[in-house]
């Protein structure tokens, strides 16, 4: 590209990167709740976004490498469907402990979302509670630990993880789920 033609297109170019950075996709504002119907979860899935965003290839490669998902789909995921870096995480998360595959659980939440990931989960069998379920939140931790971040755990995983620091409960009052 010449000189002349880049400068001609500078202006163009940096309007659309001024508009791109001055309007966050919707899960990057506070309302962001995938409602998964375990507050721990909740929390990371969170963070997941924060980190996602700031780090895309490190988070893709994670979801590629270690949820069986086409790097296509994961893309597609999150750049051209715009999901929540939490969203494209659980869905593959899920696709892995149910058996199916990532593009099945994209479309069940794609066509069932209002509910949110508790009502998706419910109709793949991976309840609350449920070994499934556990499965699930114990492959959190060596994602955390890939990606060189720390991890707080619950209760329920402590006996899997004594070693590491806990979580505090989230508080009753509100029913607010815990910020890390």
């Given at each position: 590209?010449?000189?002349?033609r880049?400068?001609?297109?500078?202006?163009?170019?940096?309007?659309?990167?001024?508009?791109a950075?001055?309007?966050?996709?919707?899960?990057a504002q506070?309302d962001?709740?995938?409602?998964?119907?375990?507050?721990w979860?909740?929390?990371?899935?969170?963070?997941?976004n924060?980190?996602?965003?700031?780090?895309?290839?490190?988070?893709?490669?994670?979801?590629?490498?270690?949820?069986d998902?086409?790097?296509?789909?994961?893309?597609?995921?999150?750049?051209?469907?715009e999901?929540?870096?939490?969203?494209?995480?659980?869905?593959?998360?899920?696709?892995?402990?149910?058996?199916?595959?990532c593009?099945h659980?994209?479309?069940?939440?794609?066509?069932?979302?209002?509910?949110?990931?508790?009502?998706?989960?419910?109709?793949?069998?991976?309840?609350?509670?449920?070994?499934a379920?556990?499965?699930l939140?114990?492959g959190?931790?060596?994602?955390?630990?890939?990606?060189g971040?720390?991890?707080?755990?619950?209760?329920?995983?402590?006996?899997?993880?004594?070693?590491?620091?806990?979580m505090?409960?989230?508080?009753?009052?509100?029913?607010?789920?815990p910020?890390?």
């Amino acid at each position: 590209m010449t000189a002349r033609r880049l400068a001609r297109r500078l202006p163009r170019l940096l309007s659309i990167l001024l508009l791109a950075t001055a309007i966050p996709p919707a899960w990057a504002q506070d309302d962001w709740n995938p409602r998964s119907g375990d507050a721990w979860v909740d929390a990371w899935l969170g963070d997941m976004n924060r980190y996602g965003a700031s780090y895309p290839d490190a988070f893709i490669d994670e979801i590629v490498r270690y949820h069986d998902t086409p790097r296509s789909l994961v893309r597609e995921l999150l750049l051209d469907r715009e999901w929540a870096p939490g969203d494209v995480y659980y869905a593959c998360a899920l696709a892995s402990v149910s058996g199916r595959p990532c593009r099945h659980v994209a479309d069940l939440w794609a066509r069932d979302h209002a509910q949110g990931w508790g009502a998706v989960a419910h109709e793949l069998g991976v309840d609350p509670g449920s070994p499934a379920f556990q499965r699930l939140k114990k492959g959190f931790v060596p994602s955390y630990d890939r990606w060189g971040r720390p991890i707080l755990v619950d209760e329920s995983l402590a006996g899997d993880y004594p070693d590491r620091k806990r979580m505090p409960p989230p508080p009753v009052e509100d029913g607010a789920t815990p910020v890390p």
